[in-house]
């Protein structure tokens, strides 16, 4: 699948990126858990290894990896120690599947549409076009069954996975040109990987490969007309807001994409029962932690943006959006034709979609706009 | 303070109500934990009782009180056990503060703002009006500076708390008659408790209080026009929907109520590191898991609402907002001006607020309206 490989090389570079970046603060490299292991000495300890498709201490997501780990060590007082390791440190980015279905490692994080080429059904525990924002996905996952159906999709792999970070609404991208009609994207050159790149390739864009070392370069030269990235926190640390002079509103493409932490199942099932409860609640703790990090730090990044006068923060039009939205279905309705547990979880998910559209829009779209209405003086 | 008496009557009749509602299905009340804690015998054990606002097994608050419990459990291997007490059981709702800073009890769970007698100032750490949603809230505490200035406030009682829980936005509440500019709140006889109570009081509106048992036939007799009491899965539940005929949103008044996990100071320095990491993760687990549980359960009873003929849901008008928003903001104010830490609490919160309002326009906002544009065919 392209998409796939294109995220291998895009992963790669941003990781010298990332570590030139180098905002990690966690520690959690060395097992320094030797004393408490002592300690405990009668039950059974396990060193893990944790592969990442982040870069090491990428900002957000592979600072998130780093705190799964620490939680993980923090709760089983020991009894489990973690290694991270970034991206292309023991497995390259895309390897991480392959690394923690051997068996050779215990645990990845990452995203599970990276693996839409092993089952394209992965994207719905990730985030699809138009699809779930952050409270909904964590909500059909846990409430809604969501999570027995990841389970019963990663089984044949002998893998299981828990939600573990997300990074809420991204941003639509970054271009050069306005986008005001559908038709505007004809014959654009846009950077956007998997299924929001179908969808705008499917509008007549011309779909570029670009890894994020890159992207400023190329959108700088006019090499290419758009970009997306991640969101404000993203997308200042590597320049964007310098590189092209109108910023897209919303991350239709990504709405609340959801992290994952990807285990060995023969791993998981050598952990006795209480050990187990601490992998599975320090991955709930983790994914609350991610969503209220990214809050902070897209809030304050934005609020950069919007003093840069260099910028223009734009919302794409209904009659853009309606496009989108149009052929995003489609796009996402495919994958259920795959097989039957895709169309099992492409109808479980479209349902609790259905659902909780008019609730979103009864409590945080109505108090938003609230929120919003100018003072009567 | 008024609206203290006013919540421990109500909290008392719900828990009657909660009683024969009986949705709870944790079993964390019994200490199950004898022979987890034989094999960690040289480690020390601890016997926790946590005593709650909420009626046991209360639908969403309650039975998130038991997951927090069991939580704390799992993670600890059975060396905290905790006895889960209902409001009244062992105290009143709103003797928890006072138990548990006595010691008599190690852990509470409840919102801070029923302890606005004790200290005005901790409104912020539960909900205020026209203030920040789940997201927010979180990302406020967790990496804003609230949850130090949350410890500052709480350490002349001899407390400490940790988020635990958050409803999301709640609803305006159940009206007889329709609102439609900010003067036909004048002479309306409304059952709201709290900050929102005295916004509505400033605008005319005769604020009553009523238990949550008391609601529906209060309102069903037309003895008050109207009502807020949580969100669609907690209202149907008491039958709101079969005693008055329009719904309104937003809850402005609540826009994210974070619940907390008091604890007595003391107690938790008898907890050894690792298990001070297990509470303090569980409350983080915990508040995760109530955010899905209501984003859910709350999208499910809306659809209900949504297909019942005899309800009108309704937004209130901008003017209506407007006005609301203006005298919130000056109620919310006032807090500032009790003592220092009210104001250091009132300035964090309220510059966060200005710093996140951009990005959720940009984001959750932007996604929610695209999510509702029309189809172009």
Redesign the interface.
């Known amino acids: 699948v392209g998409s796939t490989k294109n995220r291998r090389k895009h992963i790669k570079n941003s990781f010298l990126l990332g570590s030139s970046i180098a905002l990690g603060t966690s520690s959690c490299d060395e097992p320094k858990t030797d004393l408490?292991a002592r300690t405990n000495k009668k039950?059974k300890t396990h060193k893990w290894k944790m592969v990442t498709t982040w870069p090491k201490n990428f900002p957000g997501l592979g600072t998130g990896a780093n705190k799964l780990a620490k939680?993980i060590e923090?709760?089983s007082?020991g009894r489990i120690s973690l290694k991270v390791y970034g991206a292309s440190e023991l497995v390259p980015a895309l390897g991480v599947f392959d690394a923690v279905q051997r068996g050779s490692v215990q645990i990845g994080h990452g995203a599970s549409y990276y693996w839409q080429g092993r089952h394209p059904a992965t994207s719905f525990f990730a985030s699809v076009p138009?699809g779930l924002?952050?409270?909904?996905m964590?909500?059909?996952?846990?409430?809604?069954g969501g999570q027995e159906l990841w389970h019963k999709l990663y089984k044949p792999f002998g893998l299981l996975s828990f939600p573990a970070g997300n990074t809420?609404?991204q941003?639509g991208g970054w271009f050069n040109k306005k986008i005001n009609e559908?038709r505007d994207f004809k014959g654009l050159k846009v950077r956007m990987p998997g299924l929001g790149g179908r969808v705008l390739s499917k509008l007549g864009a011309t779909v570029v490969t670009l890894s994020g070392g890159d992207i400023f370069q190329a959108l700088k030269t006019k090499n290419i007309d758009g970009s997306e990235w991640v969101?404000?926190y993203n997308d200042l640390a590597i320049g964007l807001h310098k590189a092209a002079k109108y910023y897209y509103?919303?991350?239709?493409h990504e709405?609340g994409t959801c992290l994952e932490a990807l285990i060995n199942k023969k791993a998981f099932n050598e952990l006795d029962d209480?050990l187990k409860?601490?992998v599975e609640?320090?991955c709930?703790?983790a994914?609350?932690?991610m969503?209220?990090?990214f809050?902070?730090?897209?809030?304050?990044a934005?609020?950069e943006v919007?003093k840069n006068k260099e910028v223009e923060?734009l919302?794409?039009s209904?009659?853009v959006?309606?496009?989108?939205?149009?052929t995003s279905n489609s796009v996402v309705k495919d994958i259920s034709e795959h097989d039957e547990i895709s169309k099992e979880i492409y109808d479980s998910f479209k349902n609790f979609k259905e659902?909780?559209?008019?609730?979103?829009?009864?409590?945080?779209?109505?108090?938003?706009?609230?929120?919003?209405?100018?003072?009567?003086?």
């Open positions: 408490k039950l939680y923090d709760l007082d138009f924002n952050a409270h909904e964590n909500a059909w996952i846990y409430y809604g809420g609404v941003m559908p969101g404000p509103t919303p991350g239709w709405p209480h409860s601490c609640l320090a709930k703790a994914n609350q932690d969503m209220s990090e809050t902070l730090k897209n809030s304050l934005l609020s919007v923060i919302r794409f209904d009659s959006l309606s496009v989108l939205k149009e659902a909780c559209m008019d609730w979103d829009k009864a409590s945080e779209h109505s108090f938003s706009l609230a929120r919003q209405v100018k003072s009567a003086k």
